[in-house]
Nanobody, 126 residues
């Protein structure tokens, strides 16, 4: 399993970015694919996740209404569309594959994911 996140960059507040996660080796049997972020000096924070079965999406409160997670199964790619970006969104964003044993109630926990991409840096200036 390999995950490759891309699409980060330097933008201004209010701008949009679309992150991509190329995920090889992920099958529909994985629990979910998620996005997390880590700001300087802070812990890793859940952003959004997409369940492999059913396709239900889950978001952190900070992402609701601004971010959208989606998946292109044909290309094995998961996207995170981020709109109305704020300086507090500045972080390294990671995509991750959910464990096969992922429990829905734990979908927002980093410990529910077993494979991680290398991260892509998003910087939002004010």
């Amino acid at each position: 399993v390999q995950l490759q996140a891309s699409g980060g960059g330097l933008v201004q507040a209010g701008d949009s970015l679309r992150l991509s996660c190329a995920a090889s080796g992920i099958t529909s049997n994985s629990g979910a694919v998620g996005w997390f972020r880590q700001a300087p000096g802070k812990g890793r924070e859940f952003v959004a996740a997409l369940r492999s079965s059913g396709g239900n999406a889950y978001y952190a409160d900070s992402a609701k209404g601004r971010f959208t997670i989606s998946r292109d199964n044909a290309k094995s790619t998961v996207f995170l569309q981020m709109n109305s970006l704020k300086p507090e969104d500045t972080a390294v964003y990671y995509c991750a594959r959910g464990k096969v044993t992922l429990i829905l109630s734990q979908i927002r926990k980093a410990s529910s994911y077993d494979y991680w991409g290398q991260g892509t840096l998003v910087t939002v200036s004010s």
